[in-house]
């Protein structure tokens, strides 16, 4: 499984996404499996991956949480967890990600 996460320079929720992903994959014991992270610092490259906001979680090079409709950019990136905005995805989404992913 290859995963990364694509970040602005100095994203605040860098390190919890990390954090959070770091718990979810040892939770189903992928304790070997490592992501890595990019840092997405122009507009055009923005556009061009179609960047959502930061961090974004890339499972297998796709973005589970992706909403359509959202306009590529450098912007901290929202997740509706729970009923309520957030910047990184919940614990529960994550892990339905890395299982539809498996």
């Known amino acids: 499984m290859e995963i990364e996460i694509l970040v602005v320079p100095d994203c605040p929720n ?9 718990r979810a ?3 189903f014991g992928l ?4 992501s890595t ?13 179609g960047f959502t ?5 890339l499972i297998n090079g796709r973005d589970p949480f992706l909403e359509s409709g959202r306009p590529a950019g450098l912007t901290c990136r929202v997740y509706r967890t729970a009923g309520r905005p957030t910047g ?11 299982i539809s992913a498996l």
Do not use: C, F, N
């Open 31 to 34: 304790t070997d499996t490592m």
């Open 25 to 27: 994959l040892d939770g």
């Open 88 to 98: 990184l995805p919940g614990a529960d989404q994550l892990r339905e990600a890395l």
């Open 14 to 22: 860098e390190k919890p996404a990390a954090e959070q992903l770091r």
């Open 53 to 57: 906001g930061s961090p974004t979680v």
């Open 37 to 49: 992270t990019r840092i997405i610092a122009d507009q055009a490259e923005a556009e061009r991956i």
